[in-house]
C-alpha cells in the first residue's frame, strides 16, 4: 500500500516560493524520521533537509536560510517551505521516512525554477 503521499511541485521563477507536502501513514509518521531528498538530471539523490519524531532538523548548505522543514502531527504530515528559490533547485523532490519501521520513499514531485 502507498506509505507516503506527496503534493505542491510546479513551475516557479527565481526568487519564488513552494510549499511541498507528504502525508504518511500514522504508523511510520508517528515511529521514523521525515525528510525530503532531491534529483536533478545527471546527479545522484541528495538530502535536502530532515526532522526527527522529537522535532530536530538538519538542512544541506544549499538550502539553509532559505527552505523550512516543519510536521505536523495531527495531520502525518511534513512540509517543506521553499523560498528564494534558485534554477539549481530544479529536481524531483521526494519525501523518505527512515527509522524503526522501515525506509520508505513517495513518487516524487517535479520542481522546475525558471530563470
Known amino acids: 500500500q502507498v506509505q507516503l503521499v506527496e503534493s505542491g511541485g510546479g513551475l516557479v521563477q527565481v526568487g519564488g516560493s513552494l510549499r511541498l507536502s507528504c502525508q504518511a501513514s500514522?504508523?511510520?509518521?508517528?515511529?521514523?524520521?521525515m525528510g525530503w531528498h532531491r534529483q536533478a538530471p545527471g546527479n545522484e539523490r541528495e538530502l535536502v533537509a530532515a526532522?526527527?519524531?522529537?522535532?530536530?532538523?538538519n538542512y544541506a548548505h544549499s538550502v539553509e536560510g532559505r527552505f523550512t522543514i516543519s510536521r505536523d502531527n495531527a495531520k502525518n504530515t511534513v512540509y517543506l517551505q521553499m523560498n528564494s528559490l534558485k534554477p539549481e533547485d530544479t529536481a524531483v523532490y521526494y519525501c523518505?521516512?527512515?527509522?524503526?519501521?522501515?525506509?520508505?520513499w513517495g513518487q516524487g514531485t517535479q520542481v522546475t525554477v525558471s530563470s
Open positions: 523518505n521516512s527512515n527509522g524503526p519501521v522501515g525506509n520508505y
Open positions: 500514522l504508523r511510520i509518521f508517528r515511529l521514523n524520521a
Open positions: 526532522i526527527s519524531r522529537e522535532g530536530s532538523t
